[in-house]
């Protein structure tokens, strides 16, 4: 499924089909539509109907956490899979916010998200990644190799979330950040994250 939802043109019916064929998802997916966040009043009769309703951006973003939840390890794996989406879409926005730096928002977002993964799943970095549909740089940075170009960015949401205001500040002027952006999207993130808690947890966990 993650293979499906990451591709430039995803098939749409074929995600559904996959979707459809695991019920804890696809009750998931009903429950999250049917949540405060939305204010849709018709009835869903399909679950391809349901992902034409919520958007491709936002079906993505959610089944990207929700896959997360599904395969953590710990005890503290909810908190862990929040954070990673909160990483997520922090670097989604940052890159957006500053475009002159080229890099591309999704990938960003990605690997926010996956930043988490050796505590989630109790694994070596280096043994996740050989199994995720990533580019090397990407693959790179998660296994934090010196002198990849995404680290500075993993190292300024590390700052952020320790409160670690002034080293966060110095760090931007270093990159050619604009702090009060920065500390925006910090603070869009943590909203975003706060309302995919209304997710179901995995009946069977």
């Known amino acids: 499924m993650l293979r499906t939802i990451e591709k430039d043109e995803p098939d749409l019916i074929h995600l559904a089909e996959n979707i459809q064929a695991d019920a804890t998802i696809g009750f998931r997916l009903l429950a999250?539509?049917?949540?405060a966040a939305f204010s849709f009043n018709q009835k869903i009769a399909s679950i391809r109907q349901a992902?034409?309703?919520?958007?491709?951006?936002?079906?993505?973003?959610?089944?990207?956490v929700v896959l997360l939840s599904d395969v953590g390890q710990t005890r503290d794996a909810h908190e862990l899979v929040l954070?990673?989406?909160?990483?997520?879409?922090?670097l989604e926005l940052v890159s957006r916010e500053h475009d002159f730096w080229g890099f591309d928002p999704e990938s960003l977002h990605l690997l926010g998200l996956f930043s988490l993964l050796d505590a989630l799943l109790l694994?070596?970095?280096?043994?996740?990644?050989?199994h995720l549909p990533l580019d090397r740089k990407m693959k790179s940075a998660l296994v934090r190799?010196?002198?990849?170009?995404?680290?500075?960015?993993?190292?300024?949401?590390?700052?952020?979330?320790?409160?670690?205001?002034?080293?966060a500040d110095t760090l931007c002027r270093q990159l050619n950040l604009n702090n009060d952006k920065v500390i925006a999207a910090f603070r869009m993130s943590i909203g975003w994250a706060t309302q995919l808690e209304s997710i179901p947890a995995n009946p069977e966990t």
């Open 51 to 64: 992902i034409m309703l919520l958007g491709w951006t936002t079906v993505r973003g959610w089944l990207r």
């Open 123 to 130: 694994m070596p970095m280096q043994e996740i990644v050989s």
């Open 83 to 90: 954070l990673s989406a909160q990483r997520g879409m922090f």
């Open 145 to 167: 190799e010196p002198n990849n170009e995404y680290l500075p960015l993993l190292q300024l949401t590390q700052y952020l979330e320790e409160a670690r205001w002034q080293d």
């Open 32 to 35: 999250y539509l049917n949540s």
